[in-house]
């Protein structure tokens, strides 16, 4: 009989009491036990980078983090960057740029953008173009995610 604890996640503001086993991750706790599907799984492996989210304001791999280790924490998941039907800036951007196609990878893209140029909102654009190569998309070709991140990045500055 595999041991469970109880947690709770703290998603885009609102609270979720879980019983979950110590192996589960958090992207699939956010997904199956939260039904905030906006997180993809891609991988699982930490590498295509679909999965991300921001927890206490970091992006992280939710395939690669445990459900337990954000017990307590605030995590923001794409359905929160929203206001209402308001979109947010980033996601603005990625419309207007045409940074997204099959859509597949853009919540991680979308997540890392925003935990990136939150926390700094000067980066250099060596720094982004280094930061956003981290995520992985197979059909946009990476052009029109750099110009929508740019777009933001100056949009959110001047906020």
């Known amino acids: 009989m595999t041991e469970k604890s109880d947690i709770i996640l703290t998603i885009n503001g609102k609270t979720h009491a879980l019983r979950v086993e110590a192996r589960r991750t958090l992207a699939d706790a956010i997904r199956e036990d939260c039904g905030q599907t906006g997180t993809h799984i891609g991988c699982e492996h930490g590498v295509c980078g679909a999965c991300t989210v921001l927890v206490d304001g ?92 740019r777009a933001a990045a100056i949009e959110m500055r001047q906020s």
């Open 58 to 149: 970091e992006p992280v791999r939710s395939c690669l983090m445990f459900a337990q280790q954000a017990n307590g924490r605030q995590i923001r998941t794409v359905e929160g960057l929203a206001n209402g039907d308001t979109m947010h800036v980033m996601q603005r951007a990625f419309m207007e740029n045409h940074g997204l196609q099959c859509g597949f990878c853009t919540p991680g893209f979308l997540m890392l953008a925003v935990g990136v140029l939150e926390r700094e909102p000067d980066i250099s654009d060596h720094d982004l173009l280094d930061v956003l190569s981290s995520n992985l998309c197979r059909c946009t070709g990476y052009q029109n995610i750099i110009k929508a991140v």
